[in-house]
């Protein structure tokens, strides 16, 4: 069974610029979670989607957005990058979603902001 | 709320010794538990899961972690590190209500490993 897919693996940017990052759950996984790693504030959830609705979303501002479509697939985007942009980003997928429902973790995009 | 502590930020240990990453937890029940381990620019990888029963699980890479609930504690064991093992370790709680997602996550262990 193939694990979480995300692409791209690494990205630069500008600040200003959007970018779109991608994520493949594993298959027969309906939530797909988003986390930002750094160094300084360690794991941060972003959002989560469910059946192609945002279920729940952390304390990020209005430029982080995401979507799921009806394939599970996700996306997430962020406008007018800044440089404390610049960090790992994480997709994770479970079937549910829910406390007792693990999560499995993709390779993540490196995002770069300069 | 929910709350994962980790205590310590960097553990040393020598390859071949023993190991003990220690993880406390505020919750209001009995608690589902997580450890995942993250190598360098890399994804977090479930190394085993507690939900309930036996209180001494065991995951993959030959790690164990035994739940204490009258410590409300999810300590993670190795007997002998190999210094593949050296990567960072988290413990995760599920979170029930908040903004925190799926997974209330510490703040992580990193193990460095001496030859």
């Known amino acids: 069974k193939a694990g979480v897919t995300q692409t791209p693996r690494y990205l630069i940017k500008t600040r200003g610029q959007q970018v779109t990052l991608s994520c493949s759950p594993i298959?027969?996984?309906?939530?797909v979670s988003w986390y930002q790693q750094t160094p300084g504030q360690g794991l941060q959830f972003l959002f989560e989607?469910?059946?192609?609705?945002?279920?729940n979303k952390g304390n990020f501002p209005g430029r982080f957005s995401g979507r799921q479509f009806s394939n599970s697939r996700s996306e997430m985007n962020v406008s007018t990058l800044e440089l404390g942009d610049s960090a790992l980003y994480l997709c994770?997928?479970?079937?549910?979603?829910?406390?007792?429902?693990?999560?499995?973790f993709g390779n993540g995009t490196r995002l770069t902001v300069t | 709320a929910q709350s994962v502590t980790q205590p310590d930020i960097h553990i040393t240990v020598s390859e071949g010794a023993s190991l003990e990453l220690r993880c406390n937890y505020s919750?209001?029940?009995?608690?589902?538990l997580f450890w995942y381990v993250q190598s360098p620019g890399q994804g977090l990888q479930l190394l085993l899961k507690?939900?309930?029963?036996?209180?001494l699980v065991q995951g993959i890479k030959g790690f164990e972690a035994e739940f204490k609930r009258s410590q409300s504690s999810f300590n993670l064991r190795k007997p002998s590190v190999h210094w593949s093992d050296a990567a960072e370790y988290f413990c995760?709680?599920?979170?029930?209500?908040?903004?925190?997602?799926?997974?209330?996550f510490g703040k992580g262990t990193k193990l460095s490993v001496k030859p």
């Open positions: 919750y209001g029940a009995t608690p589902y």
């Open positions: 989607y469910f059946s192609e609705t945002q279920r």
């Open positions: 994770a997928s479970s079937r549910s979603g829910t406390g007792n429902s693990p999560l499995h």
């Open positions: 995760a709680v599920p979170n029930y209500g908040g903004s925190q997602g799926n997974l209330i």
């Open positions: 298959s027969g996984h309906r939530s």
């Open positions: 507690y939900f309930s029963g036996d209180t």
